[in-house]
């Protein structure tokens, strides 16, 4: 069974595909010869390129220093990557992409910013103190086939403030915030300090409010009083920082692949990862509306109505530095003139004081007026370009399947308590072939103790339901998604039981688990219990 086959339909993917195709052509149609007529990437972002349209989508993670980014990433992508190193102490000191390929290596950053297929060509402009510490791991991920990953340096803590990056920091932040489809902001429940360039970090998210999702990580090292607590003062910190009247949504975890410490809150934490999990898992299935609303939000702003009223106002001979000074102080008035005059909302004018920045390096003789044909142009894409995409957007047909791992939302479904009522799990077995023969089953030596503990939980007719064994699955203190990749993998017939064989193959796995070992991600021949090799070798 192929990867494309888990999580889309043809039909889904043809329009998806279709959708991104179009927006792509209406993009260099009609409002790339806009931009470019009114120097538009000298006030905001570059212009966009195929990969911006191609690319798939893309999760930021970022936090201070040992809040557990890179160990958050590697319980996504179920494995480690090169250069992933994790640490009380500030491991991460560079960008990192981390994106499907079928060889494992490291593209540095100056590289990657030639390569045409990749979306990080308009990262020149930070210059070689930023690309010496930019570089993109490719692996042959499943997970990785549908997003990609971009970790993060430790924001530094007010101890660190003083120490220089030898870039913008916030800059590149606010580069990948418009550009991911989700913002992955991570709180360390024991330390919970807001330092200078996390506040200036937060200020390059403004405007991105609505990728961000906060989690207060670590939250099973702390007791029910304590996260109380800190969760009040996490809430307090973030609406002095976003002033908006969205409350933003704080997902309280642990998220990492090993046993998590008994506490009061253990059931909260399993809901909340759920939830998180399953806002991570729609973003393939959202790809395509997410670029459509990012290009209308581009398309609305009013820079080109602001160009031009600037340039109406220029002088043609005398004084021109002095009436350039006397627009920029004036910028908030025009604001208000050009919004009444051409009807414009508020919402769609930049951030004024950056505006002002952006002016005063500006030639204002080399402005443009409006040109009737452009705007009409930008008027046609707004009102029906747009409007003729969104019915291939609502038609597109449900994914029958999710991500796979610890993202898959079937496996985490295995465990929820009336899921075996409802939907019993039906996963049928892969055609990964008994290509070779083996004699003798690893796990046969340790079965006389697994076959123990099979008996003890009283089996009906040979089997164990799924009911019985998450009772006792959960006593590892193993994350939920942890366990449902293992019952996948042990449930071999996809039955949802577990005879005696299929039961020693879990506690196997269990254990080798709880030992630091990568859980793999299909059942390998030598772990199929002998009774099921034949059932194994049948086609789909």
Same mark, same amino acid.
């Given at each position: 069974?192929?990867?494309?086959?888990?999580?889309?339909?043809?039909?889904?993917?043809?329009? #998806?595909?279709?959708?991104?195709?179009?927006?792509?052509?209406?993009?260099?149609?009609?409002?790339?010869?806009?931009?470019?007529?009114?120097?538009?990437?000298?006030?905001?972002?570059?212009?966009?390129?195929?990969?911006?349209?191609?690319?798939?989508?893309?999760?930021? #993670?970022?936090?201070?220093?040992?809040?557990?980014?890179?160990?958050?990433?590697?319980?996504?992508?179920? &494995?480690?990557?090169?250069?992933?190193?994790?640490?009380?102490?500030?491991?991460?000191?560079?960008?990192?992409?981390?994106?499907?390929?079928?060889?494992?290596?490291?593209?540095?950053?100056?590289?990657?910013?030639?390569?045409?297929?990749?979306?990080?060509?308009?990262? *020149?402009?930070?210059?070689?103190?930023?690309?010496?510490?930019?570089? $993109?791991?490719?692996?042959?991920?499943?997970?990785?086939?549908?997003?990609?990953?971009?970790? =993060?340096?430790?924001?530094?803590?007010?101890?660190?403030?003083?120490?220089?990056?030898?870039?913008?920091?916030?800059?590149?932040?606010? @580069?990948?915030?418009? !550009?991911?489809?989700?913002?992955?902001?991570?709180?360390?429940?024991?330390?919970?300090?807001?330092? *200078?360039?996390?506040?200036?970090?937060?200020?390059?998210? $403004?405007?991105?409010?609505?990728?961000?999702?906060?989690?207060?990580?670590?939250?099973?090292?702390? *007791?029910?009083?304590?996260?109380?607590?800190?969760?009040?003062?996490?809430? @307090?910190?973030?609406?002095?920082?976003?002033?908006?009247?969205?409350?933003?949504?704080?997902?309280?975890?642990?998220? @990492?692949?090993?046993?998590? &410490? =008994? $506490?009061?809150?253990?059931?909260?934490?399993?809901?909340?990862?759920?939830?998180?999990?399953?806002?991570?898992?729609?973003?393939?299935?959202?790809?395509?509306? !997410?670029?459509?609303?990012?290009?209308?939000?581009?398309?609305?702003?009013?820079?080109?109505?602001?160009?031009?009223?600037?340039?109406?106002?220029?002088?043609?001979?005398?004084?021109?530095?002095?009436?350039?000074?006397?627009?920029?102080?004036?910028?908030? #008035?025009?604001?208000?003139?050009?919004?009444?005059? +051409?009807?414009?909302?508020?919402?769609?004018?930049?951030?004024?004081?950056?505006?002002?920045?952006?002016?005063?390096?500006?030639?204002?003789?080399?402005?443009?007026?409006?040109?009737?044909?452009?705007?009409?142009?930008?008027?046609?894409?707004?009102?029906?370009?747009?409007?003729?995409?969104?019915?291939?957007? &609502?038609? &597109?047909?449900?994914?029958?399947?999710?991500?796979?791992?610890?993202?898959?939302?079937?496996?985490?479904?295995?465990?929820?308590? *009336? +899921?075996?009522?409802? +939907?019993?799990?039906?996963?049928?077995?892969?055609?990964?072939?008994?290509?070779?023969?083996?004699?003798?089953?690893?796990?046969?030596?340790?079965?006389?103790?697994?076959?123990?503990?099979?008996?003890?939980?009283?089996?009906?007719?040979?089997?164990?339901?799924?009911?019985?064994?998450?009772? @006792?699955?959960?006593? =590892?203190?193993?994350?939920?998604?942890?366990?449902?990749?293992?019952?996948?993998?042990?449930?071999?017939?996809?039955?949802?039981?577990?005879?005696?064989?299929?039961?020693?193959?879990?506690?196997?796995?269990?254990?080798?688990?709880?030992?630091?070992?990568?859980?793999?991600?299909?059942?390998?021949?030598?772990?199929?219990?002998?009774?099921?090799?034949?059932?194994?070798?049948?086609?789909?």
């Amino acid at each position: 069974m192929s990867f494309r086959r888990l999580w889309s339909t043809p039909k889904a993917m043809g329009d #998806v595909n279709m959708v991104t195709e179009e927006l792509k052509n209406l993009y260099y149609k009609r409002l790339l010869p806009i931009e470019k007529y009114y120097s538009f990437h000298h006030f905001h972002s570059p212009s966009y390129e195929d990969a911006d349209f191609g690319n798939k989508p893309m999760v930021l #993670v970022m936090g201070q220093y040992s809040t557990g980014k890179t160990t958050f990433i590697r319980y996504l992508i179920e &494995q480690d990557f090169l250069g992933s190193r994790v640490g009380p102490e500030p491991t991460t000191d560079c960008f990192t992409a981390l994106m499907y390929g079928e060889a494992e290596g490291i593209i540095p950053g100056n590289a990657l910013t030639m390569d045409p297929k990749k979306p990080f060509r308009n990262l *020149d402009p930070f210059g070689n103190s930023f690309l010496n510490r930019f570089q $993109c791991v490719q692996m042959p991920n499943r997970v990785l086939e549908s997003i990609s990953i971009i970790d =993060t340096p430790g924001i530094l803590t007010a101890a660190k403030r003083k120490l220089s990056r030898g870039y913008d920091f916030p800059a590149v932040l606010r @580069w990948f915030a418009e !550009r991911v489809d989700r913002i992955i902001l991570l709180f360390d429940a024991h330390k919970l300090e807001f330092s *200078d360039e996390l506040t200036r970090a937060f200020g390059a998210l $403004c405007g991105y409010e609505d990728k961000l999702r906060v989690v207060l990580n670590k939250a099973d090292r702390v *007791d029910s009083q304590q996260l109380m607590r800190v969760y009040g003062a996490l809430m @307090w910190s973030l609406g002095k920082v976003f002033r908006t009247p969205e409350i933003l949504r704080v997902y309280i975890g642990s998220f @990492w692949s090993e046993p998590r &410490q =008994t $506490c009061d809150h253990y059931q909260l934490i399993e809901l909340e990862e759920e939830d998180l999990l399953a806002d991570i898992r729609n973003l393939p299935r959202n790809a395509a509306v !997410r670029k459509l609303n990012d290009l209308v939000k581009r398309a609305r702003l009013a820079h080109a109505h602001i160009i031009s009223y600037l340039k109406q106002e220029m002088p043609t001979i005398f004084c021109k530095e002095s009436k350039k000074h006397n627009l920029i102080y004036q910028l908030p #008035v025009i604001f208000n003139k050009i919004q009444q005059q +051409h009807r414009v909302p508020a919402g769609d004018f930049p951030d004024c004081t950056k505006m002002q920045e952006k002016l005063l390096s500006q030639d204002f003789s080399k402005f443009k007026r409006l040109k009737p044909s452009l705007m009409t142009s930008l008027d046609k894409l707004l009102t029906t370009d747009i409007a003729n995409l969104v019915p291939l957007l &609502q038609n &597109q047909e449900p994914r029958k399947k999710s991500l796979p791992g610890v993202l898959d939302g079937e496996f985490l479904g295995t465990f929820r308590p *009336d +899921h075996y009522r409802r +939907h019993p799990f039906k996963e049928p077995p892969k055609d990964e072939g008994s290509e070779a023969d083996f004699d003798e089953w690893v796990v046969e030596k340790h079965k006389p103790k697994y076959d123990e503990i099979f008996y003890n939980l009283s089996p009906n007719a040979g089997k164990l339901s799924g009911t019985k064994v998450k009772e @006792w699955m959960t006593k =590892t203190l193993l994350p939920n998604s942890v366990l449902a990749h293992i019952w996948r993998l042990s449930d071999v017939d996809g039955d949802g039981m577990l005879d005696n064989e299929e039961f020693a193959l879990a506690v196997h796995l269990i254990e080798g688990k709880l030992e630091g070992h990568w859980l793999p991600r299909e059942l390998p021949p030598h772990l199929v219990p002998p009774s099921k090799r034949l059932s194994t070798e049948l086609p789909e």
